[in-house]
C-alpha cells in the first residue's frame, strides 16, 4: 500500500510540474507576440505621420535652364565703343555693341545684328549698310542687368586728315548707328567717342556672344 502510494504522489508531482511549463509556454509566446506587436506599432505610426511620399520640388537651377523669351526692343539697352583690336586705319575700323537687360526677367538674343548710318534725328532716315555675317547663330540667355555682344567691323579709312578709301570710294561720316537683332527691334546709338567713320557702306558683323569682346 505505501508503495502504491508513493508512485500516485510522483506521478502528481510529474503532472503539476507539466501543467506548470505549459503555463510557462503559453506566457511566453503571448510576451512574445506583445513585444513584435510593440516593435511594429510605431513604424505604423510613423508612417502615417510622415504620410504618402511626394515628388521632388523643381530646383531653381532648373527653372534658370528654361527656355526664355526673345528679348523685347524695351527690355534692351544698346550702347557702342570703339573696339580695341581693329584694323589699321584712321577711321572707326571696328566697334562693339552691347546689348543690356534692362527688364526684371531672363530673355533670349540670337542672331546676326543688322547696321545702318543715320544722323542724330529719327532712326527711320538712315542708310542700311551692306552685312556680311562671321560665326554661327546661337540663343544667348541674358539674365536682368547681363549683357551680350556683337562686333562689327567696318572697311577701314586709309591715310590722313579726311583719309580715303582703298576702293576709290569717299569715306562715309554718321553721328549714329542703327542696330537692329531679329526678332529685339532696332535701337539708335552713338560712340561715347567721335562718330562713326567707314568705306564702301559696309560692314562684317559677328553672332550676338555671351562673351564680351574686344
Known sequence: MQYRNGIRTTMMVLAAASTALLATAC???DDAGATKASSTRPES????ANGPSLPPVASE?????SPAKACAADALKVTLRQATQRSAGTGTGAVVVRFTNVSDKPCELKGHPTVAGAA????????PLKTLTFGTATAVRVAPGGSA??????VQVQGEADGYCA???DPVTY???VIGLPGSGSHQAALDDGEIAECDNQVTVTAVSKSELS
Request: proline share 6%.
Open 120 to 127: 542724330n534725328g529719327s532712326p527711320q532716315h538712315n542708310s
Open 175 to 177: 553721328p549714329t548707328l
Open 167 to 169: 576702293s576709290g570710294s
Open 149 to 154: 555682344w556683337a562686333k562689327l567691323n567696318f
Open 61 to 65: 537651377s532648373a527653372e534658370s535652364d
Open 45 to 48: 505610426s510613423a508612417s502615417a
Open 27 to 29: 506566457q511566453s509566446g
